[in-house]
């Protein structure tokens, strides 16, 4: 046990002569305390072909893969802002991954399918409601952003078994009506999330073709109004996200017609400050989006670091108090004992990641469950040395390294029964039978001093208030020689101030 309290203490002392970690650069008190905004842009860039018109020359020499990096490229040189590294994309299957919605997308899915297979057993009443099922639980779980193979499935199946309802019907009534406008609607958002689907006259009827182009048409007469990302979908995919600004681009284009559109949607007023629709010519769409993201992102306020807790460490003053419990390693009975108690702690930053530290704790140990401790333990323990920290803006770790003074009570201690039976009294209980002053462990109240650390870690509660968790030891030195504790192993959970 010495040996290992040596090496503890050499590793102690390694530790108290590392450099203080570095520090951030100070700000001069008339820059202003800005914070970079986390920001995505959802690629690729959508591009719609109306498929009725003329072949489309209007975007064929410019690359929409190309305008979406260099996009992602000028975010990602705007100081006020950062740019989640990955694509959106990857980030949001990694968030669904954590969701513990995966019962509700497999209820989607499976919906998907029975709607596929009752149309095709033309069955188009129950192939609507299971279709209709799984729309609603794709807007529910974003699987559309996810799965877009499964929703075009939904609206594609979902528009056909309308369309053969409408037909159905009976000619010019109401019926007929809402069928076929409930087929357009399914055909438009087929279209806003698979632009490149189509309907040839060769595979489907005319009917079909002709409602589909309609649809797409109508889109290409509205300016895209019905290809936007609603407010709610851009809601869910910042928080899953974890940004606080979304950028959307879209492109149209019929013949020689081309109409760019951009949103930027700012999750902290949950709305889209930025949502336009320009005609350009071909060759402008790349400079035109540009300049509508810089337009976009010049608009957006600076917004400021909150004084507290997100300001800087230095000169403030971290107090805190709580309950404290632990063991020794080396006492003079067979089986360690717990004590408990109260511990209070104070540090003072003197930089953003050192300062010092001063720190106590209050306990008692209980008998042991041998019984060799013959009287309650009490003990005072005070440190104080340097202390280092790392933060952000919720979460705090530091570690203390310093010299540990303890004050431990009298101390009475056998492991032998007639010493138990005597209460650690030195003395004969018959003639075959006695309490011997070799059995006993005394010692009477005495100081200790050694080399103490601690590590641990605070969360930010509110306003000025943090819970903390820490664990400590030492390694006493002084006195030389035996002491009857060494080595205490601990921890306290705190609640903490910080003035």
């Given amino acids: 046990m010495r040996r290992v309290a040596q090496l503890l203490a050499a590793l102690l ?23 970079p905004r986390t920001i995505a842009v959802w690629a690729p860039i959508r591009h719609y072909l109306v498929p009725s018109a003329a072949p489309a020359s209007s975007l064929a020499e410019v690359s929409l893969v190309q305008v979406s990096r260099a996009l992602r490229a000028q975010v990602g040189a705007d100081p006020r802002h950062k740019l989640i590294e990955e694509e959106p994309l990857t980030r949001l299957l990694a968030a669904q991954r954590d969701e513990a919605q995966s019962d509700l997308r497999f209820v989607a899915t499976r919906s998907a399918q029975l709607g596929v ?77 698979a632009p490149g689907e189509r309907f040839s006259r060769e595979d489907y ?73 320009t005609r350009v010519a071909p060759a402008e769409a790349a400079d035109t989006y540009s300049m509508m993201l810089s337009d976009a992102l010049a608009c957006q306020p600076p917004r400021f670091l909150p004084p507290d807790p997100a300001g800087l460490d230095t000169g403030h003053t971290y107090t805190s108090a709580g309950y404290h419990g632990g063991y020794f390693l080396d006492t003079p009975t067979r089986s360690p004992f717990y004590t408990q108690g109260a511990s209070v702690q104070v540090s003072h930053m003197l930089s953003e990641n050192a300062g010092l530290y001063a720190g106590g704790r209050f306990v008692f140990g209980r008998r042991d469950t041998d019984g060799d401790l013959l009287s309650r333990i009490d003990m005072a323990r ?25 004050f431990v009570g009298a101390v009475t201690a056998t492991e032998d029964f007639w010493c138990k039976v005597t209460g650690g ?13 070799g059995s006993i462990t005394k010692t009477a109240a005495q100081a200790q001093a050694g080399l103490g650390w601690t590590v641990g870690g605070q969360v930010l509660l509110g306003g000025p208030f943090w819970a903390s968790l820490d ?20 921890g306290s959970l705190q609640l903490g101030y910080r003035f």
């Fill in 205 to 277: 009827p005319a009917e079909v073709v002709a409602s589909f182009e309609r649809a797409y048409l109508e889109h290409l007469l509205s300016q895209g109004s019905d290809l936007r990302v609603r407010a709610a979908e851009a809601k869910r995919l910042a928080t899953q996200l974890g940004v606080e600004e979304l950028v959307f681009a879209f492109a149209i284009s019929s013949g020689d017609q081309t109409v760019v559109g951009l949103q930027f949607f700012d999750a902290t007023s949950q709305q889209f400050v930025v949502d336009e629709t």
């Fill in 13 to 35: 002392l390694a530790l108290a002569a590392a450099p203080a970690l570095a520090a951030p650069p100070r700000r001069d008190q008339g820059e202003a305390d800005l914070r």
């Fill in 117 to 193: 297979e009752y149309f095709k057993q033309s069955d188009l009443r129950s192939a609507v409601d299971q279709l209709e099922e799984a729309q609603s639980l794709l807007e529910r779980t974003g699987l559309f952003w996810t799965d877009p193979t499964l929703a075009i499935t939904v609206w594609r199946t979902l528009a056909l078994a309308q369309l053969e309802l409408a037909q159905g019907a009976q000619e010019g009534s109401e019926g007929q009506t809402l069928h076929e406008a409930k087929a357009t609607a399914a055909f438009k958002e087929l279209i806003r999330w």
């Fill in 425 to 437: 009294e030195v003395r004969a209980i018959d003639s075959s039978r006695a309490c011997r002053e």
């Fill in 471 to 490: 664990a400590n030891s030492v390694i006493y030195m002084l006195p030389f020689g035996e002491r009857p504790f060494d080595i205490p192993m601990g």
């Fill in 382 to 406: 005070t440190d104080f040395g340097a202390t280092f920290a790392i933060r952000n803006r919720r979460f705090r770790l530091y570690g203390n390294v310093g010299v540990d003074v303890a």
